[in-house]
């Protein structure tokens, strides 16, 4: 048997998963996000902070200028829960919002040195947790990792990550 059919039995045929082989799939999941969130719960914790104010200082940092209608895209949170969390991150001074120049009603987000340091840390610990993972897995399996995640996302907002590298979904 060639070193390509050993390969080729060895993995999984996604046409033909059996329900375990899902359900491991959730499992792993439920874990790896567990351990992906643990430092970052911690660092957020020392702040009185959640994964909801993470999530706002993520995407409004790598968004600078991103809309309060957009973030609500983005997130699928409902306006009063982004309003409350959003609220205590301007007050505390992890972000500014700035009226549109062109629409006074629409109102346009950034980090503050504050939100950049912050934002920084949690990248940073996250980043540092996917890169050992990474190493340990060579490349096939990135790539294999990030066609998985993209199938994921729905549709509609696959477009938001696809692109940054040569695979898109």
Known sequence: ????????????????????????????????????TGEADAVLESYGFGRAHHRIIYFVGANAGISVGELLTILKITKQSLSRV??????EGFIDQETDAEDRRRRRLYLTDKGRALESELTLRQSRHIAEAYRHSGAEAVAGFRTVLRGLINERDRSRVAGRDSETG
């Open 1 to 36: 048997m060639s070193d390509q059919q050993s390969r080729g039995r060895s993995r999984a045929n996604p046409l033909f998963l059996r329900d375990e082989d899902l359900r491991e799939a959730i499992e792993l999941l439920f874990f790896a996000y567990r351990d992906f």
């Open 86 to 91: 959003l609220s205590q991150l301007v007050e």
